[in-house]
C-alpha cells in the first residue's frame, strides 16, 4: 500500500552551509543570554554595594562629618568631609569585593585546588592537616621574628615598647582563650584578674620588700585564687547570664580598687613599684653604693633602651610559656574535658566528668595567666591606678580572642597585632575606637563567624 503524502513530499536536503548558519545562529543567542545574564549579574552587587554606601553617608555624616574645636574663647563647628568620603568608599568597595567574593568562591576553589579535596570525613581531615601545617608554620615565622626584633635595622625604643604592649595583650588573649575558646565560658570580666595580679605584685614588692622573680608567681597564684573564688557562684550559669555575671564581677573589684584607699590608694594609685633586675643587676645610671649596674657588668655605655629590650623579652619569654602551657594542657585529660564542656555539658555529665571541677580549673587558669601579665603590666609601668583596669580593657581582650578566633593561638596574636596597632597608627581616631571595635566585630562574625582562624575544632575525634 503507497502512501502517497509520504511519497510526494519533499525531503529537504541538509547542508553544510545551512548547519553552519544554525550553529552560528544559536552560538549568538546563546552568547547575547551569557552577556545579558552576567550584566544582571553584576548589577546587583552594584546596587548593594550603592545602597551601603548611602547608609553609610548617612550614618557617617553626623559622627565624622563634624567636629567642635575652640576658637578665640568660643565652640566652634568644623568640618572634615573628607573623613565621610572615606567612609562611603570604604562601604561601597568592600560591599562589592564581599558580594564578588562570594559569587567567585566556587571558581577560588576550583583555582586553588580546595575543591579537589576528597569528600566526606577525609576531605576534612586533609583540610585540617593542611590548615594546622600553614599555622604551625606562619607561628613559627612569627616567634623568630619577635626574637630578632630589638636587632632589626629599623627597630627603635618606640617600635620594642609598642611591641611589649602587643606582647601583654596577646598573654592575656592566651589567657582569656583558655577560658572562652576552651572551655565554651564567656568572661567579661577577666580585667579583674588583670588588675588583681598587677595591684598584688604592687603590694607585695613594696610592703614586703620582695623581689621581682618572688613576687611574679605569688601574683599569678592570687588571681588563680580569685578565679577559682568567681567560679563557685556563676557554675550553674551559661551564655549571656555567665556574661553579665562575669561584667559585673569586673565592674565589683574596680569599685573596690577606687574606693580602698587604705590598701589601693584609690584613685591616686600606686607608684614607686620596683623594676625588675637582671640577675640583681638593676637598669640604673647610677646605682646605689655597693651594687653594680647592668651596663657596668657589661663593660657598655649606659641607654635607656637596655631596660626597655630587657623587658620585651622578659613579657615575650612569659607569653611563650603561656602558648605552651595551653597547646599542652589541650592533649591532656583536663583539656579535652574542656572541649566536652564546650560543646554538650549534658553529654559532659554522661561521660563521667564532673562540670564543677572543669569550669573551676578553666577560670583558675585562665585567670593565673592574666595575673601574670598584670604583675609584668605594673613593674613596667611603676604606676597603676584603678582607671588602668576598666571595661574597656575587658572588651578590647574579649575583641581580641572573637576576632582572631575563639581557640586558636595564632589569630589572637594577629588579632591583638591588629586592635593595638591600629589606635596607634591612627591616633585621629582615638575617639571612635570603640565604633572601629564594633565595627570589626560586624565584619567578623558577617564573614568569619568562627573568627580569623578558628581553631575550635575537637583534639581528638571518634569515627563511626
Known amino acids: 500500500m503507497l502512501y502517497p503524502n509520504k511519497l510526494t513530499t519533499p525531503v529537504p536536503r541538509v547542508t553544510n552551509t545551512s548547519r553552519n548558519n544554525r550553529q552560528q545562529s544559536v552560538d549568538s543567542h546563546e552568547g547575547r543570554d551569557r552577556g545579558t545574564s552576567r550584566f544582571v549579574a553584576l548589577g546587583t552587587p552594584l546596587r548593594e554595594a550603592a545602597f551601603s554606601a548611602g547608609l553609610a ?13 575652640e576658637q578665640a574663647g568660643s565652640l566652634t563647628v568644623g568640618t572634615r568631609f573628607h573623613w565621610v568620603a572615606i567612609a562611603v568608599a570604604v562601604a561601597f568597595f568592600g560591599r562589592l569585593l564581599f558580594l564578588l567574593a562570594v559569587r567567585l568562591r566556587p571558581t577560588l576553589w576550583q583555582v586553588t585546588g580546595w575543591a579537589r579535596m576528597p569528600a566526606g570525613f577525609a576531605g576534612s581531615a586533609a583540610l585540617r592537616s593542611r590548615a594546622n601545617r600553614i599555622m604551625t608554620w606562619a607561628m613559627v615565622i612569627a616567634i623568630l621574628f619577635a626574637l630578632v626584633l630589638p636587632v632589626l635595622p629599623f627597630s627603635n625604643r618606640y617600635i620594642i615598647d609598642l611591641s611589649t604592649t602587643v606582647l601583654i595583650y596577646v598573654m592575656l588573649g592566651w589567657g582569656l582563650n583558655i577560658v572562652v575558646g576552651l572551655a565554651g565560658l564567656l568572661d567579661l570580666g577577666y580585667v579583674a584578674f588583670y588588675a588583681m595580679g598587677a595591684y598584688s605584685y604592687a603590694l607585695l614588692a613594696i610592703t614586703f620588700d620582695l623581689s621581682f622573680w618572688v613576687c611574679l608567681p605569688l601574683a599569678g597564684l592570687m588571681a588563680a585564687l580569685l578565679g577559682v573564688l568567681l567560679g563557685f557562684p556563676v557554675l ?36 614607686g613599684i620596683p623594676r625588675p633586675s637582671f640577675l640583681g643587676l638593676p637598669f640604673t645610671r647610677n646605682p646605689e653604693e655597693g651594687v653594680t649596674a647592668f651596663h657596668q657588668f657589661f663593660g657598655w655605655e649606659y641607654a635607656g633602651v637596655q631596660r626597655v629590650i630587657f623587658l620585651y623579652y622578659l613579657i615575650l619569654i612569659l607569653a611563650l610559656i603561656t602558648n605552651f602551657f595551653t597547646i599542652r594542657i589541650r592533649k591532656l585529660p583536663v583539656g579535652r574535658a574542656w572541649e566536652a564542656l564546650r560543646e554538650d555539658e549534658i553529654a559532659c555529665r554522661s561521660l563521667g566528668i564532673n562540670p564543677t571541677n572543669t569550669k573551676l580549673t578553666a577560670f583558675g587558669i585562665g585567670a593565673m595567666f592574666g595575673g601574670l601579665a598584670g604583675a609584668f603590666f605594673a613593674t613596667r609601668q611603676g604606676f597603676i591606678s584603678p582607671e588602668s583596669f576598666t571595661f574597656m580593657e575587658s572588651a578590647t581582650i574579649v575583641a581580641i580572642v572573637v576576632l582572631g578566633g575563639m581557640g586558636s593561638q595564632l589569630g589572637v596574636v594577629i588579632a591583638a597585632v591588629v586592635l593595638v596597632l591600629l589606635p596607634e597608627l591612627g591616633r585621629e581616631f582615638v575617639e571612635f575606637r570603640m565604633l572601629l571595635f564594633g565595627a570589626a566585630m560586624v565584619l567578623i562574625m558577617t564573614w568569619r563567624p568562627r573568627g580569623l582562624l578558628s581553631h575550635r575544632e575537637p583534639t581528638i575525634r571518634l569515627r563511626l
Not at 553626623?62 to 567642635?68: D, H, I, N, S
Not at 553579665?244 to 573596690?256: N, P, S
Open 57 to 69: 553617608l548617612i550614618l557617617s555624616l553626623p559622627f565624622f562629618g563634624f567636629y567642635t574645636y
Open 236 to 271: 550553674r550559669l551559661r551564655g549571656d547570664y555567665l556574661a553579665i555575671v562575669t561584667l559585673g564581677f569586673g565592674e565589683m573589684i574596680r569599685i573596690i580598687l577606687l574606693n580602698w584607699h587604705e590598701l589601693t590608694g584609690g584613685p591616686d594609685g600606686i607608684s
